[in-house]
């Protein structure tokens, strides 16, 4: 703590967190790197297998820390805590919203050095952090080179980071080439602790971004690449479980992704005229992105003349036309298309289920009418892009769907479940053939891959001979010796000094030795060049001659090789002369047979071809022949069914027409038969109950009688109509117009008759109508019917039993009462 009160004269602690003139100032000339420019593909022309230029960024000027306790990183990390707390308290902080400026990172590596001791304490590192030579189970140790920042969650009670605690934007664009190229590809075996790790790092970049407040292509690049990974986690990954990866969170942070590229983009175009290359790709992705939403075409309007004409977004616009009018056909015909890159199919690939389901319901009700309608399963599986059968069979089985025989039974009545109840799963032919075998990071990047980045020295605050170091211990005071030790010494350096002088007389007699090896040495080699001269010379001219002998012989030999060679390309010469006639006879007759059987081969083709035009001609025409048959038979069918119906109406009508006639014959028969003479009829008159006779003159009545008079008749018509349909009292009748009216022109009844206790009689009615004669009509069965009800006798009390005995007999019907008319 001494150390630290002394240095708060440093300059560290004289500027201020929002004054970057003044960081820039102290920590040097900033650190700048040249970003290439975008194409108009979105592929940076400069990353094609190139490693990015990245100029060194100074080392931080920080005071230094407190000496730590140890060695191991808890006491390291404490030191370096404890020195940024004091440098927290010593900042001069900007209240006013007018000179307050943001901050400007100084962190030089890809994590700055206090996280990397705190993390390795806490065993909070990854397994694409650690140094895996040293590291042991159980103690895990940091690779300070190969360590990236970890993204912490702002909150209230947490401080506020520091500059060299931030990366500039050189180092976040080395930090996520490094994520790129060394591990983006390695998810094979390790997917959750890949995406853990890929995922967190990227979500830091940005923050730093965000706190920095920057806005340039730099960030453009980053945040892009950022997009990419969620778009491509979101299909690769959606077979995964939730604590793998969860899709909602992916989206939304996706989405958080494209909010800020949106940003970017209007800033870099307003405030520096600056226009990204990839911005149409991403205004591509945002529309697919809210195909839900019901305004995600006005999105368009928003944008520019230039990203409205692009490839991108008339893809768009297709699909979000296509989803909102359940177009099935035309949505998959467009994810099939070569315009959808790989990413746009990957997006795409959430609305899969749903777009199937939509597609279930618009099938059923257009190929069923009133009952399920068989499907066959493999159209079933083309239509709606199913990997295999397997998958459709189990989509029908989710709906409660009926599978027979290679047939799926459409009913309109099914289980209907939402959308997402299906399982996602992945689409190697639909969307994971559009990869074509690119790897992970090309797609993240947008293009070919840069050559890993060479990484920088992390910056360690307690390497020896940087300002921080701890200071280098102190000579230790030499002890004090006795005399026993001091005679001991002695006598170990006599011993040494004896040792050195025989070795040195010792060195001295071998090199008398070695000159004297040495001459003689010298007298062997001169006598032996000596004889080797001698000896040389009468080889020298044993050679000459050996060597003219043989020049004579290689002379003969050759001239022999030359005639060979002479007579053997004759030779060649009249064998290739007589080949070639040999073989252009062969291919002359090979030609002839290949003409044979070509023009056969043709005349065959050509037999085929007319063959085949000619079936397909004769089933159009079989077609068409059928086709107009149908219609005929639907014509007739129709015609039949008109005829059938106006014959109905026709037999309807008479039937109607005769109930009416009957109505009426029943309504004008008397209820009484006449038991008057023609002569007395006129002037005996019955007047029925209830009616009133009026004269003729004037009758005045008054409001209070005419209901009474109303009630009077309608009472009085009651009572005719039950007497119109009441049976007749034939027996009553009959005794009285026998016994009591007896005309004088009738003969007397004998004696026999007046003293019988009974009279017996019968009514026989003579008709010409009898139900099974072919022109019987229906009027005169309801008048046959009204006579019968009111010529049927039935005693008083009596029930409608057998009493009554109706006989047919050759058309006349015959009703016969049995009933004592008379007691004596």
Same mark, same amino acid.
């Given at each position: 703590?001494?150390?630290?009160? !002394?240095?708060?004269?440093?300059?560290?602690?004289?500027?201020?967190?929002?004054?970057?003139?003044?960081?820039?100032?102290? !920590?040097?000339?900033?650190?700048?790197?040249?970003?290439?420019?975008?194409?108009?593909? %979105?592929?940076?022309?400069?990353?094609?297998?190139?490693?990015?230029?990245?100029?060194?960024?100074?080392?931080?000027?920080?005071?230094?820390?407190?000496?730590?306790?140890?060695?191991?990183?808890?006491?390291?990390?404490?030191?370096?805590?404890?020195?940024?707390?004091?440098?927290?308290?010593?900042?001069?902080?900007?209240?006013?919203?007018?000179?307050?400026?943001?901050?400007?990172?100084?962190?030089?590596?890809?994590?700055?050095?206090?996280?990397?001791?705190?993390?390795?304490?806490?065993?909070?590192?990854?397994?694409?952090?650690?140094?895996?030579?040293?590291?042991?189970?159980?103690?895990?140790?940091?690779?300070?080179?190969?360590? /990236?920042?970890?993204?912490?969650?702002?909150?209230?009670?947490?401080?506020?980071?520091?500059?060299?605690?931030?990366?500039?934007?050189? /180092?976040?664009?080395?930090?996520?080439?490094?994520?790129?190229?060394?591990?983006?590809?390695? !998810?094979? &075996?390790?997917?959750?602790?890949?995406?853990?790790?890929?995922?967190?790092?990227?979500?830091?970049?940005?923050?730093?971004?965000?706190?920095?407040?920057?806005?340039?292509?730099?960030?453009?690049?980053?945040?892009?690449?950022?997009?990419?990974?969620?778009?491509?986690?979101?299909?690769?990954?959606?077979?995964?479980?939730?604590?793998?990866?969860?899709?909602?969170?992916?989206?939304?942070?996706?989405?958080?992704?494209?909010?800020?590229? $949106?940003?970017?983009?209007?800033?870099?175009?307003?405030?520096?005229?600056?226009?990204? &290359?990839?911005?149409?790709?991403?205004?591509?992705?945002?529309?697919?992105?809210?195909?839900?939403?019901?305004?995600?075409?006005?999105?368009?309007?928003?944008?520019?003349?230039?990203?409205?004409?692009?490839?991108?977004?008339?893809?768009?616009?297709?699909?979000?036309?296509?989803?909102?009018?359940?177009?099935?056909?035309?949505?998959?015909?467009?994810?099939?298309?070569?315009?959808?890159?790989?990413?746009?199919?990957?997006?795409?690939?959430?609305?899969?289920?749903?777009?199937?389901?939509?597609?279930?319901?618009?099938?059923?009700?257009?190929?069923?009418?009133?009952?399920?309608?068989?499907?066959?399963?493999?159209?079933? $599986?083309?239509?709606?892009?199913?990997?295999?059968?397997?998958?459709?069979?189990?989509?029908?089985?989710?709906?409660?769907?009926?599978?027979?025989?290679?047939?799926?039974?459409?009913?309109?009545?099914?289980?209907?479940?939402?959308?997402?109840?299906?399982?996602?799963?992945?689409?190697?032919?639909?969307?994971?053939?559009?990869?074509?075998?690119?790897?992970?990071?090309?797609?993240?990047?947008? %293009?070919? @891959?840069?050559?890993?980045?060479?990484?920088?020295?992390?910056?360690?605050?307690?390497?020896? &001979?940087?300002?921080?170091?701890?200071? #280098?211990?102190?000579?230790?005071?030499?002890?004090?010796?006795?005399?026993?030790?001091?005679?001991?010494?002695?006598?170990?350096?006599?011993?040494?000094?004896?040792?050195?002088?025989?070795?040195?007389?010792?060195?001295?007699?071998?090199?008398?030795?070695?000159?004297?090896?040495?001459?003689?040495?010298?007298?062997?080699?001169?006598?032996?060049?000596?004889?080797?001269?001698?000896?040389?010379?009468? *080889?020298?001219?044993?050679?000459?001659?050996?060597?003219?002998?043989?020049?004579?012989?290689?002379?003969?030999?050759?001239?022999?090789?030359?005639?060979?060679?002479?007579?053997?390309?004759?030779?060649?010469?009249?064998?290739?002369?007589?080949?070639?006639?040999?073989?252009?006879?062969?291919?002359?007759?090979?030609?002839?047979?290949?003409?044979?059987?070509?023009?056969?081969? *043709?005349?065959?083709?050509?037999?085929?071809?007319?063959?085949?035009?000619?079936?397909?001609? *004769?089933?159009?025409?079989?077609?068409?022949?059928?086709?107009?048959?149908?219609?005929?038979?639907?014509?007739?069918?129709?015609?039949?069914?008109?005829?059938?119906?106006?014959?109905?109406?026709?037999?309807?009508?008479?039937?109607?027409?005769?109930?009416?006639?009957?109505?009426?014959?029943?309504?004008?028969?008397?209820?009484?038969?006449?038991?008057?003479?023609?002569?007395?009829?006129?002037?005996?008159?019955?007047?029925?109950?209830?009616?009133?006779?009026?004269?003729?003159?004037?009758?005045?009545?008054?409001? &209070?009688?005419?209901?009474?008079?109303?009630?009077?008749?309608?009472?009085?018509?009651?009572?005719?109509?039950?007497?119109?349909?009441?049976?007749?009292?034939?027996?009553?009748?009959?005794?009285?117009?026998?016994?009591?009216?007896?005309?004088?022109?009738?003969?007397?009844?004998?004696?026999?008759?007046?003293?019988?206790?009974?009279?017996?009689?019968? @009514?026989?009615?003579?008709?010409?109508?009898?139900?099974?004669?072919?022109?019987?009509?229906?009027?005169? @069965?309801?008048?046959?019917?009204?006579?019968?009800?009111?010529? #049927?006798?039935?005693?008083?009390?009596?029930?409608?039993?057998?009493?009554?005995?109706?006989?047919?007999?050759?058309?006349?019907?015959?009703?016969?009462?049995?009933?004592?008319?008379?007691?004596?």
């Amino acid at each position: 703590m001494d150390t630290i009160a !002394r240095s708060v004269s440093h300059p560290y602690y004289l500027r201020s967190l929002h004054i970057p003139e003044t960081i820039a100032g102290i !920590r040097g000339p900033k650190a700048t790197l040249e970003l290439p420019q975008q194409s108009a593909e %979105g592929v940076p022309p400069a990353v094609v297998g190139v490693a990015r230029t990245y100029a060194p960024l100074p080392r931080p000027d920080l005071p230094p820390p407190p000496m730590p306790q140890g060695q191991s990183s808890a006491d390291l990390y404490q030191s370096l805590f404890t020195r940024d707390e004091q440098i927290r308290k010593n900042l001069v902080r900007q209240t006013s919203l007018t000179r307050a400026a943001v901050v400007v990172g100084a962190c030089p590596d890809m994590c700055p050095e206090k996280e990397r001791y705190m993390r390795e304490d806490r065993r909070r590192l990854s397994w694409f952090e650690l140094d895996h030579h040293i590291s042991q189970p159980g103690a895990p140790k940091v690779d300070h080179q190969r360590a /990236v920042k970890e993204y912490n969650r702002s909150a209230a009670d947490k401080a506020e980071d520091l500059p060299h605690e931030l990366r500039p934007e050189p /180092v976040l664009l080395m930090t996520m080439d490094y994520l790129v190229t060394c591990v983006m590809d390695e !998810r094979e &075996g390790r997917t959750e602790m890949w995406y853990d790790f890929v995922w967190n790092r990227t979500r830091a970049i940005r923050k730093d971004i965000t706190l920095q407040h920057l806005c340039s292509k730099g960030c453009v690049e980053l945040t892009e690449k950022c997009a990419r990974f969620h778009i491509l986690c979101a299909y690769l990954l959606c077979e995964e479980e939730i604590n793998v990866f969860d899709q909602k969170m992916n989206h939304e942070n996706l989405t958080k992704c494209l909010i800020t590229l $949106t940003h970017f983009y209007r800033d870099l175009r307003i405030e520096q005229a600056v226009y990204c &290359g990839n911005e149409a790709e991403f205004c591509c992705y945002d529309i697919l992105l809210h195909l839900r939403d019901g305004n995600v075409l006005n999105l368009v309007e928003q944008y520019s003349p230039a990203i409205r004409q692009s490839n991108f977004i008339r893809f768009a616009v297709d699909i979000a036309l296509a989803f909102s009018s359940n177009n099935y056909a035309k949505f998959f015909k467009l994810v099939r298309s070569p315009i959808c890159s790989y990413l746009c199919a990957c997006i795409l690939h959430r609305y899969f289920s749903e777009i199937r389901t939509t597609a279930l319901h618009v099938m059923t009700k257009a190929y069923t009418l009133s009952k399920p309608t068989s499907f066959p399963l493999t159209k079933f $599986t083309e239509i709606l892009r199913f990997e295999n059968e397997v998958l459709a069979t189990d989509f029908c089985v989710h709906f409660d769907l009926s599978l027979t025989k290679k047939m799926v039974k459409l009913a309109r009545e099914f289980a209907h479940h939402p959308p997402s109840s299906l399982p996602a799963l992945l689409a190697p032919s639909l969307v994971g053939a559009k990869r074509v075998n690119r790897r992970l990071g090309e797609i993240v990047n947008g %293009g070919p @891959l840069p050559l890993p980045p060479n990484l920088p020295r992390p910056y360690d605050s307690f390497a020896p &001979g940087t300002p921080l170091a701890p200071p #280098t211990p102190t000579r230790p005071t030499p002890p004090v010796y006795s005399d026993k030790d001091l005679t001991v010494a002695i006598d170990l350096i006599l011993e040494e000094i004896t040792r050195k002088e025989l070795f040195s007389v010792a060195m001295e007699m071998l090199q008398n030795e070695r000159d004297k090896s040495v001459k003689q040495a010298t007298v062997s080699a001169f006598c032996e060049s000596l004889t080797s001269e001698c000896v040389g010379e009468e *080889c020298t001219s044993v050679a000459m001659a050996t060597l003219e002998n043989a020049q004579r012989e290689w002379q003969v030999r050759e001239n022999a090789q030359l005639l060979d060679e002479v007579a053997k390309v004759i030779s060649m010469e009249i064998e290739f002369g007589i080949i070639i006639e040999q073989v252009s006879q062969v291919i002359i007759e090979g030609y002839e047979e290949l003409v044979t059987m070509a023009t056969s081969v *043709c005349d065959d083709i050509t037999w085929e071809c007319v063959r085949s035009v000619t079936g397909d001609v *004769c089933v159009e025409v079989v077609r068409e022949a059928e086709l107009v048959r149908q219609e005929k038979l639907e014509q007739l069918e129709k015609l039949v069914l008109a005829k059938r119906r106006k014959r109905y109406w026709e037999k309807w009508c008479c039937l109607f027409k005769a109930r009416c006639h009957a109505r009426e014959c029943v309504s004008a028969i008397p209820s009484l038969p006449p038991l008057l003479p023609l002569s007395a009829q006129p002037v005996a008159r019955r007047q029925l109950p209830g009616e009133t006779l009026i004269s003729g003159g004037s009758l005045e009545i008054g409001e &209070g009688r005419v209901a009474d008079f109303l009630e009077a008749e309608r009472c009085g018509l009651e009572e005719r109509r039950k007497k119109i349909s009441s049976p007749l009292d034939l027996p009553y009748l009959l005794s009285h117009s026998l016994l009591v009216t007896r005309p004088p022109s009738l003969p007397p009844l004998p004696p026999s008759h007046h003293t019988s206790p009974h009279i017996y009689w019968s @009514l026989a009615l003579l008709h010409s109508v009898h139900p099974d004669l072919p022109h019987s009509q229906p009027g005169d @069965l309801a008048l046959l019917g009204y006579l019968e009800q009111k010529l #049927t006798f039935r005693p008083p009390g009596a029930k409608p039993s057998g009493d009554k005995q109706n006989l047919l007999i050759q058309g006349f019907v015959k009703f016969q009462f049995l009933r004592p008319l008379l007691q004596k």
